[in-house]
């Protein structure tokens, strides 16, 4: 652990009052927070802080060093960020989902780099979550809950997953009131639904069933096509068919017995060792991807 590192350890100990408080707040373990606390006080030759009923204090020692500590680091950061604000050039490597990302990422994209145009970017689109460090993509858009702890994730809205069917099609089938009556409609489903089952209620703790499709599709427009074309019900997340619930093309059926929506979030690596023009795109794409009503479903 390097020594400016340390001091920033210490410093958020005493912002939190506790190294417990600490260890949460830069996401490390509490036993690392503990040893960049000892190295320093041995270092130091003093102790600075001391263990009271409820929490941690400086002790003189420890205020005095906390002041240098707060100049030290405000003057390293200053001098990386005027470093860092002359590198918005380089390779940035993004992902997405494939139609969220040719919707409303691609145009992101797109305007980003007219502002920065020393900067390549490299968008890849894939409904496969890619590895971050072994594809060497620094920034990613992801649908759903986040399995891998140590990534950082910030949530920038949520879609629901819809089933839905034309007018056309309704017109010319059973009235649809329960789950269970999907028996006697026409399903167009997707081939990545795990053993032709759809699970319905908030937490899948509804009726499960094992379908029986007319048509499977590996490709999403083609099964909004289908679904449009009046060829059956399909079951789609509620961006990839916001516009055409929007005019009416597409009806939502039985909204009561959808699951929990699965939350949109931008994911990196490292949130701290964030290179500049990787902060920049971050910034700008957080900003811009909250405004979209698409993600708010």
Do not use: C
């Amino acid at each position: 652990m390097d020594r400016l590192d340390e001091l920033a350890i210490f410093l958020e100990v005493l912002n939190q009052g506790s190294l417990a408080g600490a260890a949460r707040r830069l996401r490390r373990s509490a036993p690392a927070v503990t040893r960049a606390i000892a190295s320093l006080e041995q270092r130091f030759g003093a102790r600075l802080v001391e263990r009271t009923t409820r929490s941690l204090a400086p002790t003189e020692a420890g205020v005095r060093l906390a002041e240098q500590a707060a100049n030290i680091l405000k003057s390293y950061n200053e001098a990386v960020q005027d470093t860092a604000e002359t590198q918005l050039k380089g390779l940035l490597r993004v992902t997405a989902p494939v139609l969220f990302g040719r919707r409303h990422i691609a145009p992101l994209v797109m305007e980003f780099q007219s502002l920065h145009p020393e900067i390549q970017i490299e968008l890849l689109l894939s409904d496969r979550n890619l590895d971050l460090i072994e594809q060497g993509i620094d920034v990613a858009v992801r649908i759903g809950h986040l399995e891998d702890s140590s990534k950082v994730a910030r949530r920038l809205g949520q879609v629901s997953l819809v089933m839905i069917a034309s007018p056309q099609y309704l017109a010319a089938y059973p009235d649809l009131r329960h789950p269970s009556e999907l028996a006697k409609h026409q399903i167009v489903l997707s081939s990545s639904d795990t053993f032709n089952e759809w699970r319905f209620g908030a937490h899948e703790e509804g009726p499960r069933l094992r379908l029986s499709p007319h048509l499977v599709f590996n490709d999403v427009e083609t099964r909004v096509l289908a679904v449009k074309s009046a060829k059956g019900i399909g079951r789609f997340l509620s961006y990839q068919v916001a516009d055409e619930l929007a005019d009416g093309t597409l009806v939502r059926l039985l909204p009561e017995f959808e699951p929990l929506p699965l939350p949109v979030q931008l994911v990196v690596q490292n949130i701290q060792l964030m290179p500049f023009k990787v902060r920049t795109f971050w910034d700008f794409i957080r900003t811009r991807l909250h405004d979209l009503p698409q993600i708010h479903a």
